[in-house]
């Protein structure tokens, strides 16, 4: 599965010159819900990347989102899985498991993003789970941003990913581009202004 070439088609791998929301500037930005936004691709892409984590042979009663990226991705992953699906959310800046959702002792989860960049928003979903004493089984996400290792790829993890290393990540494919500091960056030098993605028609 080509996930570049699905993202590109579905023009959700944008050109230009992005301020990323840790400061870091990018020619590339990622915005997966115009993927997601059609329901038989989003299939297609749940059905790919359950593929692939059926073979681990993982046991997976629930998968859970970190809202709000992570909710339709979480939730045609769970329906491929044939398991639940529930999401975590932020209150008072606090990922926590709301609206009448509940987790068993012991019960199998995977966490499921649409994007995986370092993790961070995903191991606190998985952190506040971890609280009713679930067994976290593995993450996954349509794509990895190419600083986690996932299952099957010779990237190797960068330094800024903050996924457990003794669990399983599964993604369908890699991004690479650069990302630079406002000092460093090409574009910047060029002349160009950074804009925030999602600001104007992004
Ligand atoms: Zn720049």
Same mark, same amino acid.
């Given at each position: 599965?080509?996930? =570049?070439?699905?993202?590109?088609?579905?023009?959700?791998?944008?050109?230009?010159? $992005?301020?990323?929301?840790?400061?870091?500037?990018?020619?590339?930005?990622?915005?997966?819900?115009?993927?997601?936004?059609?329901?038989?691709?989003?299939?297609?892409?749940?059905?790919?990347?359950?593929?692939?984590?059926?073979?681990?042979?993982?046991?997976?009663?629930?998968?859970?989102?970190?809202?709000?990226?992570?909710?339709?991705?979480?939730?045609?992953?769970?329906?491929?899985?044939?398991?639940?699906?529930?999401?975590?959310?932020?209150?008072?800046?606090?990922?926590?498991l709301?609206?009448?959702?509940?987790?068993?002792?012991?019960?199998?989860?995977?966490?499921?993003?649409?994007?995986?960049?370092?993790?961070?928003?995903?191991?606190?979903?998985?952190?506040?789970?971890?609280e009713?004493?679930?067994?976290?089984?593995? $993450?996954?996400?349509?794509?990895?941003?190419?600083?986690?290792?996932r299952?099957?790829?010779?990237?190797?993890?960068?330094?800024?990913?903050?996924?457990?290393?003794?669990?399983?990540?599964?993604?369908?494919g890699?991004?690479? $581009?650069?990302?630079?500091?406002?000092?460093?960056?090409?574009?910047?030098?060029?002349?160009? =202004?950074?804009?925030?993605?999602?600001?104007?028609?992004?």
């Amino acid at each position: 599965m080509d996930i =570049e070439k699905i993202y590109k088609e579905s023009e959700a791998y944008l050109e230009g010159h $992005f301020l990323l929301s840790g400061g870091m500037h990018s020619q590339f930005y990622l915005q997966s819900a115009k993927v997601l936004e059609d329901p038989s691709l989003a299939e297609k892409l749940a059905n790919a990347l359950a593929k692939e984590i059926k073979k681990s042979k993982i046991k997976i009663d629930t998968v859970c989102a970190p809202a709000i990226g992570g909710i339709v991705a979480g939730f045609v992953l769970a329906k491929a899985l044939g398991a639940r699906s529930i999401f975590t959310e932020r209150v008072d800046g606090k990922m926590t498991l709301r609206r009448g959702f509940e987790v068993k002792k012991g019960e199998n989860i995977l966490i499921c993003e649409d994007i995986i960049t370092t993790g961070g928003s995903a191991l606190e979903s998985a952190n506040s789970l971890k609280e009713y004493g679930v067994n976290i089984v593995g $993450f996954a996400a349509l794509a990895n941003r190419g600083f986690c290792k996932r299952e099957g790829s010779d990237l190797p993890q960068n330094k800024i990913c903050k996924l457990p290393k003794d669990l399983p990540f599964f993604a369908l494919g890699d991004f690479t $581009f650069e990302v630079y500091s406002p000092k460093d960056c090409p574009l910047c030098a060029k002349g160009s =202004e950074a804009i925030k993605p999602g600001s104007r028609a992004t």
